[in-house]
Structures are given as structure tokens and as C-alpha cells.
């Protein structure tokens, strides 16, 4: 898993350029590993890559050995990016803007997590389930979503060694919850 780095001042084609030799040179020097490599959606903080679901297609476009990588949807990240998940309507919209660009048969796993920012904010700060900007009726639909069901899901919410447990059994309620 890895995030995509950041242009620090170069641009952003550049930037994701000097990523992808990055990543080329990892592939060509271990060509035979049976790894995967996971390239996580991020919030678009200061001059961070991969915000935006063209910038993770641009670099499986580019890669030497593209079915090396996949991709990890982070809820946070991609809602701090400007993607919203809040209702039915901007939840769909969100995946089918995700399949269309970069193809959601490059989803491996998702990480969960509510937003302490709101939409758009380009800010990382990660929150309980259901109480962010996020809210529950999101997480719900994931829980439930058929096309999301044998893909993994891990939990990266604050205060884990206390909150975890609270966040998985929302979670797993979320799962069964009817209406
Ligand atoms: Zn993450």
C-alpha cells in the first residue's frame, strides 16, 4: 500500500512521472514476486498526488507492469478529495465516476474512516464512523453494497486500542441494519 507522493513544486504530471519510474524500477528489480501493490486515493493535501481518481488512472496507464498494482478507495480520503458519499444520489454517482476512470476492477480494499473536514476540503483528518461529515447513511451503504462485498475492509479510525471495537460493532449493525 502506498500513497501516491507528492509534486513538491514540480507539477503535477511530473510529479506522477517520477512515480511511476519510482514504481517501475520496484516491479523490474523483483519481477517475479507475488505481491501486489496497492495505490491508495488521498485527500489532495498541500501538493499530494492521487486526489483525483484520473491521477491513479494516469499512472496505470504509464506503468511497465500495470497488473502488478491495485488500488485501495480510502472513504476519508476520497471524500476530503471532493467526491461525496453523503446521500443514495452522490454515493452512486461517486462509484461509477471511480469505475468509469480508473475501473473498479483494479478495488482491492478499502479503507474506512468518517471526515472530520467537510467536503472538498483537501484535509486528512480521519473520524468515528458515522460521526463526521460522512455520517452513517454512507457507511451503511457499504456495508450493504453487493459490489463491495468481497472486498476488504480495514478500519482506521482514531484511539484504536479503545474505539476500534465501538467502530466494528457500528459496522457490523450497519451490515444488518434493514431500512
Ligand atoms: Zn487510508
Redesign the pocket.
Known amino acids: 500500500m502506498t500513497h501516491l507522493g507528492a509534486h513538491t513544486g514540480q507539477g503535477e504530471e511530473n510529479g506522477l512521472q517520477t512515480l511511476v519510474d519510482s514504481l517501475d524500477e520496484v516491479t523490474d528489480a523483483r519481477p517475479d514476486a507475488p505481491v501486489s501493490v496497492c495505490l ?1 486515493t488521498t485527500a489532495g493535501q498541500g501538493t499530494s498526488l492521487g486526489w483525483a481518481f484520473e491521477h491513479i488512472a494516469w499512472v496505470l496507464s504509464k506503468l511497465s507492469a500495470p497488473g502488478r498494482f491495485r488500488t ?1 478507495f ?1 472513504t ?2 476520497v471524500f476530503a478529495a471532493g467526491y461525496d458519499l453523503v446521500t443514495r444520489d452522490t454515493y452512486e454517482k461517486t462509484w461509477r465516476e471511480f469505475d468509469k476512470v480508473v475501473g473498479i476492477r483494479y478495488l482491492a480494499v478499502m ?1 474506512l ?1 468518517d471526515a472530520k473536514k467537510e467536503l472538498g476540503s483537501r484535509v486528512d483528518r480521519h473520524a468515528h464512523i458515522g460521526k463526521g461529515e460522512i455520517g452513517e447513511g454512507a457507511f451503511r451503504r457499504i456495508m450493504q453494497d453487493p459490489e463491495l462485498r468481497g472486498v476488504p475492509k480495514i478500519l ?1 479510525t482514531p484511539e484504536s486500542e479503545t474505539m476500534h471495537a465501538v467502530n466494528l460493532s457500528l459496522l457490523r449493525e450497519l451490515a444488518a441494519r434493514t431500512g
Open positions: 491508495e485501495c480510502d476519508c480520503h479503507h474512516n482506521e
